[in-house]
């Protein structure tokens, strides 16, 4: 077929056997989810949020933490699938708020807590490293605006939990202006209370943007590294040190962790491909492949390795070196492109950018970005051109054939930059393109950046099962509304016809229900109350993931609820998506 399948790569079945309290979905057949192994952190109890195991809420935990949290499962912060699970309005509520608001799972956010276990995703061979005790120790700066409580919060305490304390000088925390209630008084009492004695909080009087947002950050730090973070990440383990060593060696060098992915519908963290950073002549960010010639030497594939861009959010970089280097050009507004700018200063003026592979870091990635900026301008367009005219010499052209309407588009004013790169001595565009960036011709204008997929190829997910997908109070077969081809189609329960073909699911181990082999049985990601419709497979779960669990239920995993049958007496057979509840109208049956 024609279809592309790309696949993040997402690890399920790695992990030890052991139980947790995480509540198993097995279908015959089927291997069940496992969790992750180990529990160090102390967590939310059933006993101590007031929730039953089947959900009843005995009300504390919107008491305690403000109803914005939404009701507490008992997950001992492990992944489950059925994580996202909706027991009742207010749950359903936390979940649609939080895809308008965030564009990801909240309530699994909030759910998870302010610790989590990660999966260890480096490679085996990075454990057995060693590296020098007498780091320089760095300060955490993490810009954030409007984002959810809990992910923010789960950043801190990720960096709290998995950082040697003598190398962490502090936490700079950035508020950006927001104006969500959560992010004011209860965000400084949780501070004041528990983290008391490393983490500091600046709020920005009127709203800067990520990039004069982290320069003020920066201001306030005192340690001898800073280490960008945004405020939707968590770090995995030994995650520093690889980061600190080779700015210890050697201040000029500005290195990235590699950001493992952490989905924004289940929350559910994999590892990432180790790949480099590049960019396009529209001046977008993109992941390339590391070439063979910068893998290798004699620490093999775990060595730190030359990356001609970085994806901007996630770097550490010597203080100093920071400023000697011109911060970032604060005429650059909100979001976008300041991340090409400052590799190319660091390449063009004598630096060094690596990925080091023994470093992860998660990070959430979105479908969308959940906000915009004052007044609603392209400021990324704004920043790509502060960025063209001050270090990319003819270059620009490029960008210019591309963006022929910003051609003679106003960018302020860049003296100062310019200056910069007059003192600095920088090398030219030219020089950055040759011996940096090789490959460039090649690439083609449109990739953006996303995170690192993989080409499913030839190889396809391996079926679990095939058949028909039978209501049992109706025994009738769920299918096409209209043709199994049409995209944004509906599905309806219908009566079974046993020779037709365009009847038969195939179920995955990609959790997704691929009807007639054409299309992914698929729930829209913002609001629970659209019924499902068939869309093209995209191989990266979420909203095309599906459970069968409980009482012949079919859980959908980022809606957090279950199909159901909604009229079983009419012939129209319409589906929707209910509070899971056993009830026969939920039950279904995929059979051969
Ligand atoms: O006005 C704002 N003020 C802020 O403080 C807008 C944003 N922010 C904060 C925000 O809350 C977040 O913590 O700045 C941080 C980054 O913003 P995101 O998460 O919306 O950005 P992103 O992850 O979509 O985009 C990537 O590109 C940006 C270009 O300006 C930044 O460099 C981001 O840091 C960067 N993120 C990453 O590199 C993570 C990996 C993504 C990839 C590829
Ligand atoms: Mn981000």
């Not at 992750?36 to 009300?59: A, C, I, Q, T």
């Not at 950001?259 to 002549?281: E, H």
């Not at 679990?464 to 509906?490: D, E, F, W, Y």
Request: hydrophobic letters at 35%; a neutral charge.
């Amino acid at each position: 077929t024609s279809v592309t399948w790309t696949l993040l790569l997402f690890i399920y079945f790695n992990f030890s056997e052991e139980s947790q309290g995480v509540r198993h979905v097995s279908v015959k057949g089927l291997e069940p989810y496992k969790p992750f192994p180990k529990k160090m952190y102390p967590r939310l109890s059933r006993e101590s949020v007031g929730m039953d195991w089947d959900g009843s809420n005995k009300g504390r935990a919107g008491d305690q933490l403000g109803n914005h949290i939404g009701n507490i499962m008992e997950t001992n912060g492990n992944f489950s699938p059925e994580m996202g699970m909706i027991f009742n309005a207010q749950d359903q509520d936390v979940r649609d708020v939080g895809y308008q608001k965030h564009a990801f799972n909240m309530l699994i956010s909030n759910r998870l807590g302010y610790h989590r276990d990660v999966p260890d995703t480096r490679d085996p061979k990075c454990a057995k490293k060693i590296y020098p005790t007498d780091l320089p120790p760095a300060s955490i700066v993490i810009c954030f605006y409007n984002e959810a409580f809990s992910a923010l919060l789960r950043t801190v305490h990720s960096v709290l939990d998995r950082t040697p304390p003598n190398l962490l000088q502090e936490i700079v925390l950035v508020d950006d202006s927001s104006d969500l209630g959560d992010l004011k008084a209860l965000l400084d009492d949780y501070i004041k209370e528990n983290l008391p004695n490393k983490v500091k909080l600046v709020r920005n009087k009127q709203r800067e943007g990520l990039i004069r947002g982290r320069m003020v950050g920066a201001s306030h730090t005192t340690g001898d590294v800073l280490v960008f973070l945004d405020s939707h990440c968590e770090v995995n383990e030994m995650w520093l040190q690889p980061l600190l060593t080779p700015i210890k060696e050697n201040p000029k060098t500005v290195v990235c962790p590699v950001i493992d992915i952490i989905s924004a519908d289940t929350l559910m963290y994999s590892s990432s491909p180790v790949v480099r950073g590049g960019f396009n002549w529209g001046l977008h960010f993109k992941w390339d492949p590391v070439p063979l010639s910068e893998l290798g030497g004699p620490e093999g594939f775990t060595a730190p390795f030359r990356s001609p861009t970085m994806a901007g959010g996630l770097f550490a970089m010597d203080r100093e070196y920071f400023n000697t280097l011109g911060q970032y050009d604060s005429g650059m507004d909100i979001w976008g492109g300041e991340n090409l700018e400052i590799s190319f200063r660091i390449w063009m003026c004598g630096g060094s950018l690596l990925i080091v592979p023994c470093s992860r870091v998660g990070h959430i990635f979105r479908k969308r970005r959940p906000y915009g900026s004052p007044g609603g301008h392209d400021t990324m367009a704004h920043n790509s051109l502060r960025l063209a005219h001050v270090w990319m010499d003819d270059y620009k052209e490029q960008y210019f054939a591309l963006r022929p309407e910003l051609r003679n588009r106003d960018y302020g004013d860049i003296s100062e930059r310019v200056a910069l790169r007059n003192r600095l001595n920088c090398k030219s565009f030219k020089w950055y393109l040759d011996n940096i960036y090789p490959e460039m011709q090649i690439s083609g204008p449109n990739a953006k950046a996303q995170p690192p997929v993989f080409n499913r190829g030839p190889k396809r997910p391996k079926i679990l099962q095939r058949g028909r997908l039978i209501n049992m109070q109706t025994s009738r077969c769920l299918v096409a509304q209209g043709h199994p081809s049409q995209k944004g189609g509906l599905v309806v329960a219908k009566d079974c016809d046993f020779n037709d073909s365009d009847q038969v699911w195939t179920y995955n181990e990609e959790h997704e229900l691929i009807l007639s082999n054409l299309l992914c049985l698929d729930m829209s990601e913002t609001r629970s109350s659209d019924p499902p419709r068939l869309m093209k497979c995209h191989g990266s779960g979420g909203s095309q993931q599906w459970v069968f669990g409980k009482n012949n239920r079919l859980y959908q995993v980022s809606v957090g609820q279950c199909l159901k049958l909604l009229d079983s007496l009419s012939h129209k057979g319409y589906v929707a998506m209910a509070i899971c509840d056993g009830s026969p109208a939920q039950q279904w049956h995929l059979d051969n």
